[in-house]
Nanobody, 123 residues
């Protein structure tokens, strides 16, 4: 599975961005998908996850109520809608996939990773 994350860019505080993760090689129908981020100078952290088969989602407290993870109509796409952005959301965002059919918040439990997409939020 190859994952491609896109949609990053520059946004103002309070604004929105939508990230897209697309897979090549197979579909997400038997996977759990996750978004992680790595702020400048910090460790990678969990953002959100979705079990593709039943759309169960789980979010980090820092983004709950502002970010939404969702499936695309195609079985190889997942989105991260980011609203009410804050400067502290600035990070490189990564999508990941795991064959574990449960909500997974630990990065080491993911089997596949995409390259990152940079999100910068200005104050």
């Amino acid at each position: 599975v190859q994952l491609q994350a896109s949609g990053g860019g520059l946004a103002q505080a309070g604004g929105s961005l939508r990230l897209t993760c697309a897979a090549s090689g197979r579909t997400f129908s038997t996977y759990t998908m996750g978004w992680f981020r790595q702020p400048p100078g910090k460790e990678r952290e969990f953002v959100a996850t979705i079990i593709w088969s039943d759309s169960t989602t789980y979010y980090a407290d820092s983004v709950k109520g502002r970010f939404t993870i969702s499936r695309g109509n195609a079985r190889n796409t997942v989105y991260l809608q980011m609203d009410s952005l804050k400067p502290e959301d600035t990070a490189v965002y990564y999508c990941a996939a795991t064959r574990s059919l449960r909500t997974v918040v630990v990065g080491s439990e993911y089997d596949y990773w995409g390259q990152g997409t940079l999100v910068t939020v200005s104050s």
